[in-house]
C-alpha cells in the first residue's frame, strides 16, 4: 500500500492521525503531503517545497533535521524536529504559508519541536 492510498483512507475516516519519516524519505513525505490534497489554507504544493528544502539543503547537513511528522489533528498538521538554532528560520519560512497555528517548542537538549497546524 502507498503512502497515498494510506493518507486517502486516514483522511475518509480518522480525524486524528500522523505518519512520521526520517531524513533518508522525502518521496514518501511529498506523497503524503500531496495526498492530503488542498484543504482550507493548507496548500501541498507550497509544503511538500518547503519540505524538500529543509531536508536537501546540503548546508543544512544530514543531522539537522531529523524527522517529518504528517497528520491530522481535525485539520492538517506537521511537526519538524530540527536542530534548536535552526527552528527559528523554519519558523519564518512555515510563516509564509499561513498556518493558523505556528509554534516552537525543546525536544531534547539540542532539537527543537516545529509544528505548523492549518485549520
Known amino acids: 500500500m502507498t503512502e497515498t492510498e494510506v493518507v ?4 475518509a475516516n480518522y480525524l486524528h492521525w500522523s505518519l512520521s519519516f526520517d531524513l533518508y524519505s522525502f ?9 492530503i490534497g488542498k484543504y482550507n489554507g ?7 517545497k518547503l519540505l524538500w528544502t529543509i531536508t536537501n539543503y546540503p548546508a ?4 539537522n533535521v531529523l524527522f517529518v511528522t ?6 492538517p498538521v506537521i511537526y519538524v524536529i530540527v536542530k534548536k538554532e535552526l527552528a527559528e528560520s523554519l519558523m519564518k519560512d512555515f510563516k509564509e504559508l499561513a498556518p493558523d497555528e505556528l509554534s516552537s ?3 531534547s537538549p539540542n532539537y527543537a519541536k ?3 497546524w492549518w485549520d
Open 8 to 11: 486517502k483512507i486516514l483522511m
Open 27 to 35: 518521496k514518501k513525505v511529498e506523497e503524503t503531503v500531496k495526498a
Open 42 to 48: 493548507f496548500n501541498p504544493e507550497k509544503v511538500a
Open 60 to 63: 543544512l547537513g544530514a543531522d
Open 70 to 75: 504528517i497528520g491530522r489533528e481535525f485539520s
Open 105 to 107: 517548542e525543546e525536544d
Open 114 to 116: 516545529v509544528r505548523a
